[in-house]
């Protein structure tokens, strides 16, 4: 039995004898199967031809990124605070060299999740540091491929996590996309992690919100007010994306407001 990992969105599943079927996080419109077919690997093969890299982002705020790339190629990102660090969304490959970092940023507590696409080797993670909380969003219940006592899910607009850490309801990209807000981050001036809730596109100043990023359909625009409306209540200066490279530095909340406002006009009255 094993635990075989989707290598298009890296999710992890259940032990099974022989590798699943198919896998229905790809095969769901926001998602894709490989043009190639669905393929599979596992932790102990991942082991052998990749590895984590860690690189901090400001203070207290540590990206892990796997090299060479897999999957969808994001980063997780380790937060730590006085109560015990959380990991925001998270990446397939865990080991004993990552393990340890980690230990050495002074562990883990809890990790907390954007949504289905992240879901990775959560449980996996859960295991190496004594069974940690995952908080996912109960809404995106039906996306957990491999079902752990570890689970932790919650179904309100926000949830704290303490230490000034709030897991966020926005919705949109699925039912349960959450983002965490981080009050301490930025200075103090408050940071936002966004998985792709909202976007950090090329050019940082701005984000954008879809539906489905592979597929580039988009969201309605009542969803996307809905969006900066659960965000709203947060001082934020800050936003970090999904990838190293997408971070809007500064201004971020004035930044959210105008992206909203472009892509309102540009899907309500086209851009000539």
């Known amino acids: 039995m094993a635990n075989y990992i989707c290598t298009t969105c890296g999710v992890q599943f259940a032990a099974t004898p022989e590798p699943p ?56 990102l380790l937060v730590q605070t006085p109560e015990g660090n959380v990991l925001w969304d998270c990446v397939s490959l865990i080991d004993e060299t990552t393990v340890d970092q980690i230990q050495a940023l002074g562990g883990l507590s809890a990790i907390a999740i954007s949504h289905p696409h992240f879901y990775s080797s959560m449980v996996e993670w859960s295991h190496a540091f004594g069974h940690i909380p995952i ?27 303490g230490s000034g850490l709030t897991l966020i309801h926005c919705g949109g990209h699925f039912p349960g996309s959450t ?38 359909i988009l969201l309605p625009a009542r969803t996307v007010e809905r969006i900066v409306q659960a965000v709203e209540p947060f001082a934020f200066d800050r936003i970090y994306g999904i990838w190293f490279d997408r971070v809007l530095a500064s201004d971020a909340k004035a930044a959210v407001a105008r992206s909203v406002a472009r892509y309102i006009q540009a899907i309500s009255q086209g851009i000539s």
């Open 21 to 76: 079927p198919h896998c229905p996080i790809c095969e769901d419109e926001r998602q894709y199967v490989n043009p190639n077919g669905q393929a599979w690997t596992t932790l102990a093969d991942l082991r052998q031809t990749h590895a984590n890299v860690f690189r901090p982002q400001e203070p207290g705020l540590t990206g892990i990124g796997t090299e060479p790339a897999f999957a969808i190629g994001e980063r997780a």
């Open 135 to 161: 908080y996912l969003h109960a809404a995106n219940r039906e996306w957990v491929m491999r079902p752990d006592p570890a689970i932790v899910f919650w179904d309100s607009p926000t949830y704290a996590l």
């Open 179 to 216: 983002v965490l807000h981080w009050a301490a981050g930025a200075e103090g001036r408050g940071v936002v992690l966004a998985g792709d809730t909202l976007f950090v596109v090329p050019d940082t100043r701005y984000v954008t919100f879809m539906y489905s990023y592979p597929n580039f």
